[in-house]
């Protein structure tokens, strides 16, 4: 059974930076393309990030992140991560990784992702 979970999301000030990760089990998570999404109140889901699979070598960040943000993947710890740097109160939402084994291009699209964790609550406040 794939299984994605997220954890890392908690309350940060301005400024302040949180690392999520993404534990997969019940699959090798180095067959597919991962993404990270977030769903603040009131708004629809955005993309954040997204990562290729191992050797494809491709990345997407949002332009609201870019220079903050960044994604990585551990795949002998079968974990994705994202680092968040730089945090802004814009950035609360809830967060999403999702995978996939779909060969990533230039776009990160919800639509191509078939399986998602249950998301982790990032809050920046002072």
């Known amino acids: 059974q794939l299984q994605l979970v997220e954890s890392g999301g908690g309350l940060v000030r301005p400024g302040g930076s949180l690392r999520l990760s993404c534990a997969a089990s019940?699959?090798?998570?180095?067959?597919?393309?991962v993404g990270w999404f977030r769903q603040a109140p009131g708004m629809e889901r955005e993309a954040v990030s997204c990562i290729s699979r191992r050797l494809e070598e491709t990345t997407y960040y949002a332009q609201s992140v870019k220079g903050r943000f960044t994604i990585s993947r551990d795949d002998a710890k079968n974990t994705a991560y994202l680092q968040m740097n730089s945090l802004k109160p814009e950035d609360t939402a809830i967060y999403y990784c999702?995978?996939?084994?779909?060969?990533?291009?230039?776009?990160?699209?919800?639509?191509?992702?078939?399986?998602w964790g249950q998301g982790t609550q990032v809050t920046v406040s002072s």
């Open positions: 999702a995978a996939d084994p779909f060969t990533l291009t230039d776009v990160c699209r919800e639509l191509d992702f078939g399986s």
């Open positions: 019940g699959f090798s998570l180095e067959h597919f393309a």
